[in-house]
């Protein structure tokens, strides 16, 4: 697999310059996500309205496929119920570790991540912000860890 | 630049000021003739595990294809075989650090080795208030078991400083040791920089106070001709897979005079004199800390790697990695955006650096696809990393069959990373 397979435009363009890096004041969800592995961390800011997800935002630290896979998903998840953001999560996990993804989900954007799935050590930086958010949502106080 | 050869294809010799015939030792080593991702191999992440020459994996072969039995029990061949190569590797190990054999405990690694020490002779001088002193560049190896023995203890973890090249600073510490200080536990090669830290002098100041002093050798052995008595340090650890051995064993040099005194550390077969259950006497060093079956393969391959070494010469492969070092910190200082991390004036051949804007993962991948093999993280170090107010840094740590082309080669990756994020 080419390198450029993995360091896609977009994701390039969401590493060097991620949506939504800020924190949010008024979030109703709010975790970190730690790789010790590495020792990138990332926190996720969500705010949720009548089950559905308002407002979602990120800061921290990290390699280009983390910040690019926590800004893409800021993106993708705002204006999405809770319900279609865990089919999100579930079609996301399943795209980066070379899963079959349900065809009912539309990964859009996100699918520039795709190419992760052929290195197994960079799938714990394009899910931390994943399973970050997914902890937010199921109210967790705990960091999230990848270990 | 100058012309590049291919790493696999490397012609005789470093320099021509070099006897050390790097082309041949190379063959010696199976796994660095092998293609990653389509590119001859480079394997910079000698820090972390180091390839193994042919010598000790045939040296494992042997043990398990002819002589493999229990050791100290059987009254037959293969056992009495088995017995006097695991005793000859304890004689082996014992010549190399300028030991003696009983003065050799084998160990899973260093940090068994260093949790022996916090568990048998941490636990039975400190009191409450004791403190023991640590440096901030130590590998986490090298802070939890004192962390666990304070705990246990109620003794207090004192650290000392380093400067901004990575170097421990004498007065510093110094000024660190007072009458509750017990034991100095530091580094004799800094992991994640290189740093060789001025161990002899720490060791004068420990024992004009009566301080012990444990001194983690993993990453000083492979580099420098380790004597523990010239150092002066009461406690040496080291592992074999960081010296061209097996993974699984490792060696805990003790002081004789310690040793006798200090209790086990696992109860267990081998460990003892008599066991009644009235009471059990223990056996005396080094079998005392040696419970159960030992990494008998191990030891014998660990011996093997060290008959290698010296056959080299220690005092070779130093020159040879110092030329790499010269090589490879000129070669990326020169690269615009790159920060090297720890400059000290002593240092082993270990290069940390970060890439401007660019994450090490990142960097570690992209060299990966030229067949670069290093360490992106905080290298089991994390207190350091935030000394040094970084989250990471990519290591490029070398051994003795590593060439200044490889160096090229290296430089050309981080060039091409740079390129990519740039």
């Known amino acids: 697999m080419a390198l450029e397979d993995l360091y896609q435009q977009l994701i390039m363009d969401h590493g060097r310059r991620p949506r939504n890096f800020r924190a949010v004041e008024q979030a109703t969800h709010r975790l970190e996500g730690y790789n010790p592995l590495c020792g990138d961390r990332v926190t996720v800011y969500l705010k949720l309205d009548n089950g559905r997800v308002t407002d979602a935002a990120f800061q921290g630290t990290g390699c280009a496929i983390s910040t690019a896979s926590a800004s893409l998903m800021t993106e993708a998840i705002k204006g999405k119920t809770t319900d279609e953001v865990e089919k999100l999560f579930a079609a996301f996990h399943a795209m980066v570790t070379g899963q079959p993804v349900p065809p009912d989900v539309a990964l859009g954007k996100l699918s520039a991540l795709a190419g992760v799935a052929a290195y197994p050590v960079r799938v714990k930086c394009a899910t931390l912000p994943w399973h970050t958010m997914k902890g937010a949502l199921s109210g967790a106080r705990q960091p999230v860890s990848t270990e | 630049m100058s012309a590049v050869t291919a790493p696999g294809t490397v012609t005789a010799g470093c320099s021509p000021a070099s006897r050390f015939d790097v082309a041949r030792v190379r063959a010696d080593f199976p796994a660095l003739g092998q293609l990653v991702r389509g590119r001859p191999l480079v394997y910079l992440d000698n820090a972390a595990t180091t390839q193994k020459p042919r010598a000790v994996v045939e040296a494992l072969v042997g043990f398990y294809t002819r002589d493999c039995a229990n050791v100290h029990r059987g009254v037959h061949e293969l056992s009495q075989r088995a017995t006097e190569a695991y005793e000859s590797a304890r004689r082996t190990v014992a010549r190399f650090l300028n030991a003696t054999p009983d003065e050799i ?318």
Not at chain 2, 196 to 202: H, L, M, W, Y
Not at chain 2, 204 to 233: E, F, K, N, S
Not at chain 2, 243 to 265: D, F
Not at chain 2, 364 to 383: F, I, S, W
């Open chain 2, 105 to 422: 405990v084998f160990t899973r690694g260093t940090t068994e080795a260093i949790n022996l020490v916090a568990q048998s002779f941490g636990r039975s001088i400190l009191a409450e208030q004791d403190e023991i002193l640590v440096t901030e560049l130590e590998h986490h190896s090298n802070i939890v078991p004192w962390q666990m023995l304070a705990e246990q203890t109620g003794a207090r973890l004192v650290v000392a400083p380093i400067n901004d090249r990575g170097e421990i600073v004498l007065e510093e510490l110094e000024r660190r040791l007072n009458e509750r200080t017990r034991l100095i536990a530091l580094a004799h090669v800094s992991n994640a920089l290189g740093t060789v830290n001025p161990v002899e002098e720490i060791c004068r100041m420990a024992r004009q106070r009566g301080i012990a002093v444990l001194v983690d050798g993993a990453q000083a052995v492979p580099h420098l001709r380790v004597d523990v008595r010239a150092l002066g340090c009461d406690f040496y650890a080291f592992s074999g897979h960081k010296i061209y051995g097996p993974t699984g064993i490792g060696v805990l040099y003790g002081k004789a005079e310690l040793l006798e005194r200090m209790p086990p550390y696992q109860g267990g077969g081998d460990m003892i004199r008599s066991v009644s259950f009235a009471g059990t006497l223990y056996n005396d060093p080094p079998f005392r800390f040696e419970a159960g079956t030992p990494h008998i393969a191990g030891a014998i391959g660990l011996a093997a790697a060290i008959e290698y070494l010296d056959r080299l010469g220690l005092g070779e492969i130093g020159r040879h990695e110092q030329e790499l070092l010269e090589a490879a910190t000129i070669a990326l200082a020169e690269i615009p955006g790159v920060r090297l991390v720890g400059t000290a004036r002593h240092k082993a051949a270990v290069v940390s650096f970060v890439l401007d804007g660019v994450h090490p993962h990142d960097v570690a991948t992209v060299l990966d696809h030229e067949g670069v093999a290093v360490r992106a993280g905080h290298h089991c170090a994390q207190p350091l990393m935030e000394r040094l107010g970084l989250p990471a840094t990519t290591r490029a740590s070398f051994a003795l069959y590593n060439t200044l082309e490889e160096v090229e080669v290296l430089a050309r990756a981080v060039r091409r990373a740079r390129e990519i994020f740039g």
